[in-house]
């Protein structure tokens, strides 16, 4: 059974960092574009973060402060995020696809984690 499990997220203050983490198992996704997405109370899912081999894509509101990498020997992908704003607060989805493309609309990723929520107070 192929599973991605997020972990990391937590309550912290604007201007701090938080690294979130990803491991999946069943199966490797060393080839697969893995990446995030979050969503936020009341609003749609929204893309964060993508990468596939070694090139990355990032939301507008991501670029500068959060930073998407991966350890294809641990079948995890992180997601580094600094200077967190109050906007940030959202549930963090950790996503796969195997078409190596770095899709920015949910509906092309095939696998998805359950989330982990990351609250950041003012």
């Known amino acids: 059974q192929v599973r991605l499990v997020e972990s990391g997220g937590e309550l912290v203050q604007a201007g701090g960092s938080l690294r979130l983490s990803c491991a999946a198992s069943?199966?490797?996704?060393?080839?697969?574009?893995m990446g995030w997405f979050r969503q936020a109370p009341g609003k749609e899912r929204e893309f964060v973060a993508a990468?596939?081999?070694?090139?990355?894509s990032y939301a507008d509101s991501a670029k500068g402060r959060f930073t998407i990498s991966r350890d294809n020997a641990k079948n995890t992908v992180y997601l580094q995020m600094n200077s967190l704003e109050p906007e940030d607060t959202a549930v963090y989805y950790c996503?796969?696809?195997?078409?190596?493309?770095?899709?920015?609309?949910?509906?092309?990723?095939?696998?998805w984690g359950q989330g982990t929520q990351v609250t950041v107070s003012s």
């Open positions: 069943g199966r490797t996704f060393a080839t697969s574009t």
């Open positions: 996503v796969a696809d195997d078409s190596g493309f770095l899709w920015r609309v949910a509906g092309r990723y095939d696998y």
């Open positions: 990468m596939s081999g070694s090139i990355r």
